[in-house]
């Protein structure tokens, strides 16, 4: 079993839709979560933290159930512009110290006129 | 930009040739991360140091892979003896705690 796993998708949408992503991980030490955006052959970029309260950042809301082991993203209003790769990341820390960021495989999103 | 700065952005190397990559991470982040990605996978964990101390090294990663980070700057990846399973897209990141990584844009590595 993967450490975070994701559907690979493709969600194609159409714009102004509402989609949301799911991402479920194994480690229950896991220490801190975040969803990256990654566009077609460029570096992944932090699009927000996930707390267990729940966090939105204008359309986007991130939400943890530790209980589950489970990480959700929804987006609302999508827009053309939203279409990419999401990942889910978890933080675990190392037993030599120190951290890493563990990726899921990426939810491709495609928003279509 | 005092983004992620990786070196070369692309390499096409014959198989059996040795690379090596650089990365220069955000000034004063302590941590930096190597990754390796393909197509539709995510980036996979390749190796870790918190200053000049490479604290973790995956279990996937042969021995034909070194990563140094001397003085705790700069970092560089080689890859001795390349083969055609190594072309990827080769991701340094760096972070100044245990929280969200900066990515620089890749070295793209192509071996024929």
Sequence with gaps: RKEVEQDPGPFNV???????????????????????????????????????????????????????????????????????????????????????????????????? | DTGVSQNPRHKITKRGQNVTFRCDPISEHNRLYWYRQTLGQGPEFLTYFQNEAQLEKSRLLSDRFSAERPKGSFSTLEIQRTEQGDS?????????????????????????
């Excluded at chain 1, 989609?19 to 229950?28: H, I, L, Q, R």
């Excluded at chain 1, 159930?65 to 959700?72: H, L, P, T, V």
């Excluded at chain 2, 760096?94 to 192509?110: C, D, H, I, V």
Aim: charged share 15%.
């Design chain 2, 88 to 112: 990827a897209m080769y991701l340094c990141a760096s972070s100044p705690s245990a929280a969200e990584a900066f990515f620089g844009q890749g070295t793209r590595l192509t071996v024929v």
């Design chain 1, 14 to 113: 159409p714009e102004g839709a509402t989609v949301a992503f799911n991402c479920t991980y194994s480690n229950s030490a896991s220490q801190s979560f975040f969803w990256y955006r990654q566009d077609c052959r460029k570096e992944p970029k932090l699009l927000m933290s996930v707390y267990s309260s729940g966090n939105e950042d204008g359309r986007f809301t991130a939400q943890l159930n530790r209980a589950s082991q489970y990480i959700s993203l929804l987006i609302r209003d999508s827009k053309l512009s939203d279409s990419a790769t999401y990942l889910c990341v978890v933080i675990t820390i190392l037993t030599g110290g120190g951290n890493k960021l563990t990726f899921g495989t990426g939810t491709q999103l495609k928003v279509e006129l």
